[in-house]
C-alpha cells in the first residue's frame, strides 16, 4: 500500500525553538518535497529533494533547511522557530519528473 | 513563473447536479496537469491527471485540457455529499509543480 507518513501531526513551539517534522515514504521514491499551507496562498514550495543528498531550494526556503539520508526519509528542520513560521507543512513523494505526487496527512505546527 | 489561478473561489452544488471547475495557466508549454482533492484537514489524494488536449475521465471525475486557451477543468458528475472538500490544480514543469489555490465545493443533499 503506497503511503506517505508525517509526525508529529500536531506542534505547538515557542518562538526560538527548534523544530524537526519528519516524513517517511514506502515506494522508494526518488523525489521528495516540502511544502507549506497558508489560507489563501496555497501550496508552497519549501525546499525538493531529488534523492540521498541531493536537495534543492524551492520558493520559499528562508527560514528552513533539510535533510535526507536514506531515501526513504525526508526531515525538514526550523532552526529558531518563528511566528510567522506556523503553518500546515505537507510533504509529498514521487517516482520522478512529472510524475504524480502522493501527499502525506500534514503536520501543524503552531509556533507561539 | 508560472501562475495558476482557479475558479470559483467556491461553488455551492445540489447532490446529483454536475459541479465545474476551472483552472487557467500562464505557460502553455508545462508537462501535464493534475487535480487532486483534500478533505478538511487531511492530505491530498489525485483525481485525473491529463498530459495532452482533450478529455480525461476517471470514474465520475472528468478533466479536459486546452493548452492554446491556458485552461484545464474538472467536471464531476453525480457529486455527493463527501465530495464536500477542496479542489485544487496542479501544473508541472520538469520536477517543479505549481498549485492554484483552490475552489471550495459544497454539495448539498
Known amino acids: 500500500d503506497m503511503k506517505v507518513t508525517q509526525m508529529p501531526r500536531y506542534l505547538i513551539k515557542r518562538m526560538g525553538e527548534n523544530v524537526l517534522l519528519e516524513c517517511g515514504q514506502d515506494m522508494s521514491h526518488e523525489t521528495m518535497y516540502w511544502y507549506r499551507q497558508d489560507p489563501g496562498l496555497g501550496l508552497q514550495l519549501i525546499y525538493i529533494s531529488y534523492d540521498v543528498d541531493s536537495n534543492s531550494e524551492g520558493d520559499i526556503p528562508k527560514g528552513y533547511r533539510v535533510s535526507r539520508k536514506k531515501r526513504e526519509h525526508f526531515s525538514l528542520i526550523l532552526d529558531s522557530a518563528k511566528t510567522n513560521q506556523t503553518s500546515v507543512y505537507f510533504c509529498?513523494?514521487?517516482?520522478?519528473?512529472?510524475?504524480?505526487?502522493?501527499f502525506g496527512p500534514g503536520t501543524r505546527l503552531l509556533v507561539l | 513563473q508560472q501562475k495558476v489561478q482557479q475558479s470559483p473561489e467556491s461553488l455551492t452544488v445540489s447532490e446529483g447536479a454536475m459541479a465545474s471547475l476551472n483552472c487557467t495557466f500562464s505557460d502553455g508549454t508545462s508537462n501535464n496537469f493534475r487535480w487532486y482533492r483534500q478533505h478538511s484537514a487531511k492530505g491530498l489524494e489525485v483525481l485525473v491527471s491529463i498530459f495532452s488536449d482533450g478529455e480525461k475521465e476517471e470514474g465520475r471525475f472528468t478533466a479536459h485540457l486546452n493548452r492554446a486557451n491556458l485552461h484545464v477543468s474538472l467536471h464531476i458528475r453525480e457529486p455527493q455529499p463527501s465530495d464536500s472538500a477542496v479542489y485544487l490544480c496542479a501544473v508541472t514543469g520538469g520536477y517543479k509543480v505549481v498549485f492554484g489555490s483552490g475552489t471550495r465545493l459544497l454539495v448539498s443533499p
Open positions: 509529498a513523494s514521487s517516482s520522478g519528473q512529472g510524475d504524480t505526487q502522493y
